[in-house]
């Protein structure tokens, strides 16, 4: 088992006492997680004092994909990538399309996430054939479930791709703490952060976090080739001035920055609304191009 990366001791509690709590420093939440319990994301254990990265190597999903479904268009499109994922997230979108894999329960002493049970251990050495073995592949992207979560595996991981020639693209929700970003990115080529919303009401509602999501684009644009996506549910983060502020705050810091604006459909606990309007997302497609170079409309 593979023991996880930016983590303290709490050698105490509120009151004094000795405890073997650990805090995950991974992303905001700053998981306070108890002995033989995990954190909020499922993912990583606190074992006898010791956090440890329970989904390092577990592979949910590969498959080979177009790198615009990432979605990434301004980055070597035409070219097919292959795409892996784990299981485990640090936020709650009742929208999810990958609830089966991302959005599990922490999990309490001698039981496994269900999830784990779907997946398939994968060295980085293997992962990096799997990637290699595949004719004209453009390289790696985590994705699927939400990859910091296992950061420790995509860091043993990405240098062994990009030794090969390989890229390495990721596809998260941009909710992570500055130093394990910063630990991460001299490894990473591309990335998609899917802006859910931008109102600091709606991420609250998906244990998200607005701030943290923009202060995560802006150092993650700054390092390498970065596109945004929002899926835009109706009544929900639809309104015509979310957009313009979406949009602005994109611009400042590049209008070069992609923005895909895309469909929703009924997914996990949103069975019940229905599909987003083509025409909502054009209007919103349009509002968004009086400040960026390149939107696109998904899912239509």
Known sequence: ???????????????????????????????????????????????????????YGRISALALDPVEKKPLRR???GRQILSAGSYGCNMRCAFCQ???????????????????????FFSPEELLEAAASVPDNLGLAFTYNEPLTGIEYILDTAPLIR???LK???????????????????????MNIDIKGFTPEFYRKLNGDLETV??????????????????????????????AGLSAWLASISPAIPL??????????????????????????????????YVFVGNV
Do not use: W
Request: with cysteine; hydrophobic share 35%; aromatic share 4%.
């Open 1 to 55: 088992m593979r023991e996880a990366l930016f983590y303290e001791k709490e050698e105490t509690d509120a009151v004094g006492r000795t405890c073997r709590k650990l805090r995950c420093i991974l992303c905001p939440h700053a998981c306070l997680i108890p002995e033989g319990q995990t954190g909020l994301c499922g993912a990583r254990r606190n074992a006898a004092g010791v956090l440890h990265a329970e989904n």
């Open 75 to 77: 980055f070597h499109p």
């Open 98 to 120: 990958n609830s089966d894999i991302s959005q599990i329960a922490p999990q309490t002493a001698g039981r496994e996430p269900a999830a784990y049970g779907q997946t398939r």
């Open 163 to 165: 030794e090969a020639g």
């Open 168 to 190: 390495v693209v990721l596809v998260s929700n941009g909710l992570a703490c500055r130093e394990p970003l910063s630990a991460l990115l001299p490894f990473v080529d591309a």
């Open 214 to 243: 923009k202060r995560s684009m802006a150092q993650c644009a700054a390092a390498c080739h970065v596109e945004a996506t929002c899926l835009i549910i109706p009544g929900e983060n639809d309104g015509e001035s979310e957009m």
């Open 260 to 293: 895909h604006v895309t469909r929703f459909f009924p997914r996990h606990k949103m069975t019940d609304k229905a599909p987003t309007p083509p025409e909502t997302l054009y209007r919103l497609a349009e509002i968004a191009k009086e400040r960026l170079e």
